[in-house]
Each structure stands twice: as C-alpha cells, then as structure tokens.
C-alpha cells in the first residue's frame, strides 16, 4: 500500500517507481528506462503547463474563455 503524497517531490518518485513496476518490461537489464524517462517527461510537461495557467481561474473557467 503506498502512502500519502504530501508534495510534488513525492509525486514524482511515486510515478517514477510505479511506472518501473507497471512495466517491468520497459527497464533496461543497466537499469535505465527510456519508455518511462519519456513519460515522466511529458507529464512534467503537462505538470509545468497547470501550474503556469491563471491562478485564480479553474480548468473550466481556461476550457471556456
């Protein structure tokens, strides 16, 4: 059972593990993964533009306008 994430830190770890557990088949016998490197990169990708909108607007307030 995992526990609580408390920061974006956290979150990152927790992705970067599970997806090295989800697909075992995707890392490397060196131990590298560039199948889940390029996830993680394009989720901090998809992370960074959040983060980057209006902070007193919600996603449907952006979606609308």
Do not use: F
């Not at 974006?8 to 593990?17: G, P």
């Amino acid at each position: 059972m995992s526990h609580p994430i408390h920061t974006y830190t956290e979150l990152q770890q927790q992705i970067h593990d599970d997806l090295r557990i989800q697909h075992p088949e995707w890392v490397q016998p060196n131990g590298e993964s560039p199948m889940c490197d390029s996830y993680e990169a394009r989720l901090l990708e998809l992370l960074e533009g959040l983060t980057q909108r209006e902070p007193n607007k919600s996603y449907n307030d952006l979606a609308t306008s």
